[in-house]
């Protein structure tokens, strides 16, 4: 069975891994409804959409907030017809230590990450379960396995999880597929800003990185867009509720025995230019 509109909808898509995706996305045949905090801010990825053959609609909002996504959701579905595919990929880290991290850095990574994916799947189900079909794809993350640094963002990465299994199993019955994707290290403005923080320069850390991920590389948005593009194909409806990790490699330290994840934890051989600040968490 196929789509019965060719609407996507991706959160966070300003720039970096929504970036990618949206514009992959419309490669694939979708118009795409491109959400950010700042309407201004969607204008390259609309271009980017628009590049590909298909209409781009810019959409100014905060993910976390009720009236916002109600009034956005059915803005787009006026506009560019009711969503087939949502991507929920808006994200931010708000990185400390448990003894320093404050109830505003605990809830502002809940909000967005938990709050923003339901309040986003639940706006959307219903023109979905109307047209009987649908896909959504959670961005979860290797830090769902546990990240210093991240007990925010670990957690609220390893809910998404569980939100994405019970997605699934509601809502299957209406041709509706629910699967997450968790990233490794993926070269954005969230990975460099975690350089920055610690005082690395993002070229030597991505280099560090690299030497233990079995691929030998960093990942690109690119390569989340890709595992987003399978789970959204019309070919993969008997795919539901998995959790898919796209980290260049199973989630071993190569050479150095296991470690919970493959992307935790600045590597040893990147001199720092100052001494490290309370974490050395990733996205
Ligand atoms: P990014 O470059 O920081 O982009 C995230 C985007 O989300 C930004 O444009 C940001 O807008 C937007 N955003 C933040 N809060 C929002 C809100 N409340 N409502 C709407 N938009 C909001 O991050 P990324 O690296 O592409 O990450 C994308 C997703 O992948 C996130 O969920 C992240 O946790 C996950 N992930 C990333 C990595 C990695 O290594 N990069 C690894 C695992 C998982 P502003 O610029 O205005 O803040």
């Not at 898509?13 to 309407?39: C, Y």
């Not at 938990?114 to 109307?130: E, H, I, N, P, T």
């Not at 998404?160 to 299957?172: P, V």
């Not at 990233?183 to 560090?208: L, N, S």
Request: hydrophobic fraction near 45%; include cysteine; proline fraction near 5%.
């Amino acid at each position: 069975m196929s789509p019965t509109t060719k609407t996507a909808v991706v959160t966070g898509a300003a720039r970096g891994i929504g970036a990618g995706v949206a514009t992959r996305l419309a490669a694939d045949g979708f118009d795409v409804a491109v959400i950010d905090l700042d309407e201004g801010s969607t204008a390259d990825t609309v271009a980017a959409v628009k590049a590909q053959g298909r209409t781009g609609l810019g959409v100014g909002l905060d993910v976390s907030d009720p009236d916002a996504v109600e009034a956005g959701v059915g803005r787009i579905a006026e506009q560019l017809g009711a969503p087939a595919v949502l991507v929920n990929n808006a994200g931010i880290t708000r990185d400390n230590l448990l003894f320093k991290m404050t109830v505003e850095e605990w809830d502002q990574v809940m909000n967005v990450h938990l709050r923003g994916s339901f309040l986003m799947s639940k706006a959307v189900q219903k023109f979905m379960v109307d047209a009987k079909w649908g896909r959504i794809v959670n961005l979860s993350s290797t830090s769902a396995l546990g990240n210093r640094g991240q007990a925010n963002y670990s957690t609220a990465k390893a809910g998404l999880q569980g939100f994405t299994r019970t997605l699934a199993i509601e809502l299957g019955q209406f041709g509706i597929t629910v699967n997450a994707i968790a990233p490794g290290f993926i070269a954005t403005a969230m990975t460099e800003a975690t350089a920055q923080r610690i005082g690395v320069d993002f070229g030597e850390f991505q280099k560090a990185a690299a030497t233990r991920i079995p691929v030998r590389r960093v990942g690109q948005p690119d390569d989340i867009a890709q595992a987003v593009s399978f789970f959204v194909d019309e070919r993969s409806s008997f795919v539901n509720g998995q959790i898919l990790y796209v980290t260049g490699g199973p989630n071993v330290c190569p050479g150095k025995g296991p470690c919970p994840a493959p992307a935790a934890g600045v590597p040893l051989a990147v001199p720092r230019r100052r001494a490290p600040d309370r974490t050395a968490a990733l996205g």
